[in-house]
């Protein structure tokens, strides 16, 4: 009763307030996530049908548009001239991701200074494009920050090649341009390096709970790279040193200070496993480790990790965290490390990645004083592996539980004093996968949260509030039970 007459109230503020300022009619919210920074609504819009054409210079870029729609709505239209809907590269003061998209009633023009900024402005397309009827509408649009990104654990439990491949075009929907791959960890070590074959004979056989584990070649690693390139979303390859280690230590006798390698590990504990400080071999196998991801990666970007370590002093530590970063500078890359790694002397153009919320963040204020940028990943707002709630049937709570409306309802530039927009570039959300065995447990956390915090990275704090992305983000479940999407029909959004 009392919703009712609140609703009722509501309904009359609105009114008043559309009468006082002459408007019209209410408009409808388009469904549009990540929100463009400027969306204007036009007299008239077209009607899109099937056999329609799509014109443009980038005919990858124009094809995967193609596909998107058809995934989307079962329309089909087709490549070639004169199309109804063109993507021209003529807007030079777009920047690197920003494009203008304009539908009237000759139909949609998307224009930009690149690709990539085609193929975000075609994500805004795609979105219009689910209801047959296109309105009009100019959308002026760039990102707040460069790197929005998403970090999956393939260590905990490995995930082949084709679910990385769905993650990256769930991530690609969203605008998201960084896929962060954990590839090692204590229970697993994913990807094979020439000269090490302990890593992917032994390494690789385990994962929590005792599973088959798994590992990518290079060919399956590149093609990954492929994959997202063609998204337009940079793989970051992580090879977490120098703890989460027992899976390399497992392998290869040699890493061991004793000389002995520990048993496999599949429990979930963290903190217990190091590398050698001070051995030959420990400098060895970063080098191999560290230059093979390198000669893989296209990205400018090697992370070193460099998290919850507990078995070495502070100088031992910063030992080998320097070594993993000079391997990673010596090879023409630039470091990332999780912010832990602050603490000790970082090249230039490094990325600390703050994740503790309920530590200081001491660390990241010494990265930052030596000129390092931060990657804002706050535990308890974008750790999608933490529950909804209690009734959440995979998760953690370390960091507590995260509904919708928490992973939405922050700002990255006020979250760490004296650490504002300038100094941060840009957020990431992290999916660990202790608990999650399955691609639909995957999906489960990933949305809605997923383009919770892609909006959170991508649109300007000034236009960004809950209660209106909750509106335009409902109906886009009707496209996720078409993608075969898992989510979680969180109780703060009223769903279709
Ligand atoms: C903390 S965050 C970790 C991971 C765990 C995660 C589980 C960070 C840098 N380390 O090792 O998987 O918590 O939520």
Redo the contacts with the bound molecule.
């Keep these: 009763m009392r919703v009712v007459w609140r609703r009722l109230l509501l309904g009359l503020v609105m009114l008043v307030v559309a009468c006082g300022s002459g408007a019209q009619e209410e408009e409808p919210q388009l469904s549009l996530v990540p929100l463009p920074a400027s969306v204007t609504r036009l007299q008239n819009g077209f009607t899109l049908k099937a056999g329609d054409t799509v014109t443009s210079a980038e005919p990858s870029v124009a094809a995967q548009l193609i596909h998107g729609i058809e995934a989307d709505t079962g329309l089909e239209l087709k490549l070639g001239a004169k199309g109804r809907i063109r993507l021209d590269l003529d807007a030079p003061q777009a920047g690197t991701e920003g494009y203008e998209l304009t539908v009237d009633a000759d139909g949609a023009r998307i224009s930009a200074a690149t690709p990539e900024g085609l193929f975000r402005g075609a994500q805004t397309f795609r979105q219009l494009a689910r209801v047959p009827a296109i309105p009009g509408v100019r959308v002026s649009d760039r990102p707040r920050f460069a790197w929005r990104g998403a970090m999956l654990?393939v260590a905990?439990h490995f995930r082949p090649v084709a679910d990385v491949k769905r993650f990256v075009d769930l991530m690609a929907a969203y605008k998201l341009n960084v896929l962060h791959l954990?590839l090692t960890?204590d229970q697993g070590w994913r990807i094979a390096i020439p000269g090490w074959p302990g890593l992917t004979g032994i390494g690789a056989a385990t994962e929590v709970g005792g599973g088959p584990g798994g590992f990518y070649t290079a060919a399956d690693y590149r093609e990954i790279v492929r994959y997202a390139q063609e998204r337009f979303v940079r793989v970051v390859p992580e090879v977490?040193v120098p703890g989460?280690t027992n899976a390399a230590l497992a392998s290869h006798p040699e890493l061991n200070c004793d000389g002995v390698a520990p048993e496999p590990y599949t429990g979930?504990k963290?903190g217990f496993s190091a590398l050698c400080p001070g051995k030959a071999e420990t400098a060895r196998f970063l080098n191999d480790v560290l230059k093979e991801l390198a000669a893989l990666t296209p990205g400018h970007h090697l992370h070193i990790?460099g998290?919850?370590v507990e078995k070495l002093s502070e100088r031992e530590y910063a030992q080998i965290v320097e070594l993993a970063a000079q391997a990673v500078t010596a090879n023409g890359k630039e470091v990332v490390g999780?912010?832990?790694a602050g603490a000790t002397v970082l090249p230039a153009g490094s990325l600390v990645?703050y994740?503790?919320t309920n530590g200081g963040p001491e660390d990241v204020e010494r990265a930052v004083a030596q000129g390092a940028k931060v990657i804002m990943?706050p535990?308890s707002r974008v750790?999608l592996?933490?529950k909804y709630d209690d009734a959440t049937r995979v998760g953690?709570t370390?960091?507590g539980t995260t509904e919708i409306d928490d992973a939405y309802d922050w700002d990255p530039a006020t979250l760490i004093d004296g650490i504002g927009e300038d100094r941060i570039e840009g957020v990431e959300m992290?999916l660990?996968?202790?608990t999650v065995v399955t691609m639909d447990d995957l999906e489960h956390l990933t949305f809605p949260r997923l383009p919770a915090i892609a909006e959170v990275a991508w649109t300007p704090q000034s236009e960004r509030s809950f209660d209106a992305f909750a509106a335009r983000l409902a109906p886009m479940a009707t496209v996720w039970d078409r993608w075969g999407v898992d989510y979680h029909r969180s109780a703060r959004i009223t769903w279709p």
């Design positions: 654990d905990r954990h960890d977490d989460h979930i963290v990790g998290d919850e999780w912010q832990e990645q994740w503790q990943s535990a750790y592996d933490m953690q370390w960091a992290a660990w996968t202790e």
